[in-house]
Nanobody, 127 residues
Framework: QVQLVESGGGLVQAGGSLRLSCAASGRTFSRYAVGWFRQAPGKEREFVAASSSAGSQLYYTDSVKGRFTISRDNARNTVYLQMNSLKPEDTAAYYC????????????????????WGQGTQVTVSS
């Protein structure tokens, strides 16, 4: 069973950058699609970005396209979320999630399709 641990969150000024990491345990991490989700106070958790198991297919929600980049290093069992040009509305707890994938198919973009979740890391963007 894969377990996920996020890191890299923090406080940053608007326009700044952060890189989140999602480190996975388990030898079969390369067989998992990985998604990033976020939840702001008082709001529902929402999809941010996702990568197929081999990283060939990447998806983003419209509000982060051109600013965020998801990538993965399967040799290091780690998925990254590079966040540039951060805005106050990006403030949220960020979670990574994994879903087993039989092949390098398009990754899920809905929460219910992911069954392994990390504990989250807080990102706060000040104006």
């Amino acid at each position: 069973q894969v377990q996920l641990v996020e890191s890299g969150g923090g406080l940053v000024q608007a326009g700044g950058s952060l890189r989140l990491s999602c480190a996975a345990s388990g030898r079969t991490f390369s067989r998992y699609a990985v998604g990033w989700f976020r939840q702001a106070p008082g709001k529902e958790r929402e999809f941010v970005a996702a990568s197929s198991s081999a990283g060939s297919q990447l998806y983003y929600t419209d509000s982060v396209k051109g600013r965020f980049t998801i990538s993965r290093d399967n040799a290091r069992n780690t998925v990254y979320l590079q966040m540039n040009s951060l805005k106050p509305e990006d403030t949220a707890a960020y979670y990574c999630a994994a879903a087993y994938s039989w092949a390098d198919w398009a990754p899920p973009i809905t929460q219910r399709e992911y069954d392994i979740w990390g504990q989250g890391t807080q990102v706060t963007v000040s104006s």
